[in-house]
C-alpha cells in the first residue's frame, strides 16, 4: 500500500504534474525576488530558497501538489534581523525555525488548526485574494497601455484556452498564456517590463554553507524570537494552505508529516544559503488548476525554476510581468470565496464579523497570522458567549419533604460560573437541597469553584447538600479540585466567603 501511494504521488499524473511545474517555477521567479528585496538581501537568497524548500518538501511533505517556497510572510519577519545582524543571521534563525517546526509536528501541534473556524477560513481566503490582487496593482500603475493590453490577452487566453476544441486541454492554459505573450513582446519589440527587470538572476547554483555566525549563547537570543515567528507563521499559512488544497483536490493530507516536512526544507534552504518559507497557496492553486496534483509538479516547480534562473536566464528575462500579472490575478479571482457575499445576509451576524474582521486585519497588517488569530479569538469569545446562553437551570420544591432541586443543563465553566451560582437561592429556608447535573458538564476550575461556592453558602443556611448525576469526566474535576467535600481546605480556599 505504501509502494503504491508512493508511485500514485510521483508517477501517476507525470505530463500534468511537469507542465504544472513549468508554469509554477515562472510565477514563483518574480515573487522571488521581491520577497529576497522585501527582506533586504541579494535575490540569489530567495531563488535558492524557492528552489530548495520546493524540492525537498516534495520528498518530505504531507501534501502532494502544494507548492512551498520563498514568501512574504515570512520575509517579512526577518527584516530587522537583516537590518541589525547581516545575512549570516538570517540563514542561522532559518534553520532554527526549521527545527522548531520539525518539533511541532512530533508535538503534534497540527492539531491547533481545528481551533479556526469556517468563517475564519473564508476571511482567510478572502484576505489572501485581495492581498495577492494588490500585489499587482504596482505592475499595472504608470505604465503604458501595452501593459494593459498584454494582461487583458492574458486573462482572455487563461479563461478561454480550456475550451478550445482539440487543443484545449493539451496544456495548461498559464504555460499558453506566458509563451504567446512573450512571444508577441519579442516579435513587436514591445517595451514593457520583464522579469529581467526585476533583479539580477544568480549565475551559479547553490553549494552547502553553514552560517558563519559565533555559537553562543548571545548569538541564540539574537536570531530565537525570529525564529520562533517564522516557525509559526510558517506552519500557519502551511497548514491553512494545506487544508485549501484539501478541499480544492477532495483529497486527505497528512498534517503532521507536513509540519515535519516544512522544518526540514527550511533547515535545508538555510543551509544552501536560503532563507525560510512555507506553502504559497496563491502558487498551489496555480499548480492544482494548471493539472498539478502529484509530489512531481513540486519538484518540478524548484527544478525547473533553478534551471531557469541558472541555465536559461536570457531567454527567461524576456517574459513580460503582464503575463505573470495575468495568472496572479486568475489566481486572487480564483481564491476568493464569492458565496460568502451573499451569505453576509444570511449568515449569523457573528460569522461575518469573524470574516469581515479576518479580512479587515489581514489586509491592514498584510500578515496572515495577525488576521487568523484575530479570528480565531473573536469565534472563541462569541462561542463563549453562546454556550453561556445556553445554560441554565430549573428547580422544583417538594413541600412535603422541604426539599428544592435545582436541574442543571448545560455547559458550565469560566464564562458561565457566574451565572450558575446566580440561579440560587441561598436565604429560602428548605431542609435540603439537590444539585442534579445529569445534563450538564463542568470544564474547568472556574466551574468546580462555582460549585464550591454554592454548596458551602447552602451549608451555611442550614441546609443539606446532596450533587447527583456527575458524568464520569465532571467527577474527576470535583474529586481532584472541589473542597466542598474537604472540610479541612474550605475555609483555606472559600477564603471565608
Known sequence: MRL????????????????????????????????????????????YASFAIAVIIAIVGGRPGMISAATAATALLMVTLVKDHGLQYLL????????????????????????????????????????????????????????YALTALGLAIIYLFPYVPKIGTLLPSPLVTIIVLSALVIALDIDVRTIGDMGQLPDTLPIFLWPDIPLTLETLWI???????????????????????????????????????????????????????????????????????????????????????????????VVPMAALVAIMIMVSIGTFNWQSLKDLRTNPPQA????????????????????????????????????REYMYID?????????????????????????????????????????DVHRAHFWDISAIHALDKVVIKLRREGADVEIIGLNEASETLVDKFAVHDKPEKIEKVMGGH
Open 92 to 147: 542561522a534563525a532559518s534553520i532554527l525555525a526549521g527545527v522548531l517546526q520539525v518539533i511541532a509536528g512530533y508535538l503534534n501541534l497540527h492539531q491547533l488548526i481545528s481551533f479556526i473556524s469556517r468563517s475564519v477560513m473564508v476571511g482567510f481566503l478572502n484576505a489572501l485574494a485581495i492581498l495577492i490582487f494588490m500585489a499587482q496593482l504596482p505592475e499595472l500603475t504608470n505604465v503604458t497601455w501595452h501593459v
Open 223 to 317: 536570531i530565537l524570537p525570529y525564529s520562533i515567528a517564522i516557525a509559526v507563521v510558517g506552519l500557519l499559512e502551511s497548514l491553512m494552505t494545506a487544508q485549501v488544497i484539501d478541499e480544492m483536490t477532495d483529497t486527505d493530507s497528512d498534517k503532521r508529516r507536513e509540519c515535519k516536512g516544512q522544518g526540514i526544507a527550511n533547515i535545508g534552504s538555510g543551509l544552501l544559503g536560503g532563507m525560510a518559507g512555507c506553502a504559497m497557496i496563491g502558487q498551489s492553486i496555480i499548480n492544482v488548476k494548471s493539472g498539478g496534483r502529484g509530489r512531481l509538479s513540486t519538484f518540478s516547480a524548484g527544478l525547473f525554476l533553478l534551471i531557469m534562473v541558472v541555465f536559461i536566464a536570457d531567454y527567461l528575462s
Open 4 to 47: 503504491s501511494q508512493l508511485k500514485k504521488d510521483w508517477l501517476g499524473n507525470i505530463r500534468g504534474d511537469i507542465l504544472a511545474g513549468i508554469v509554477v517555477a515562472l510565477a514563483l521567479i518574480p515573487e522571488a525576488i521581491a520577497f529576497s528585496i522585501i527582506a533586504g538581501v541579494d535575490p540569489k537568497i530567495g531563488l
Open 352 to 387: 461575518t464579523i469573524i470574516m469581515l474582521s479576518t479580512v479587515t486585519v489581514t489586509v491592514y497588517t498584510h500578515n496572515l497570522a495577525f488576521g487568523v488569530i484575530t479570528g480565531v479569538v473573536l469565534a472563541s469569545l462569541f462561542m463563549a458567549g453562546r454556550l
Open 395 to 435: 428547580s422544583q420544591y417538594d413541600e412535603s419533604t422541604q426539599t428544592r432541586t435545582y436541574l442543571v443543563i448545560g455547559q458550565v465553566f469560566f464564562n458561565s460560573s457566574e451565572k450558575f451560582i446566580s440561579y440560587f437561592d441561598f436565604k429560602e429556608a428548605v431542609d435540603k437541597v439537590i444539585i
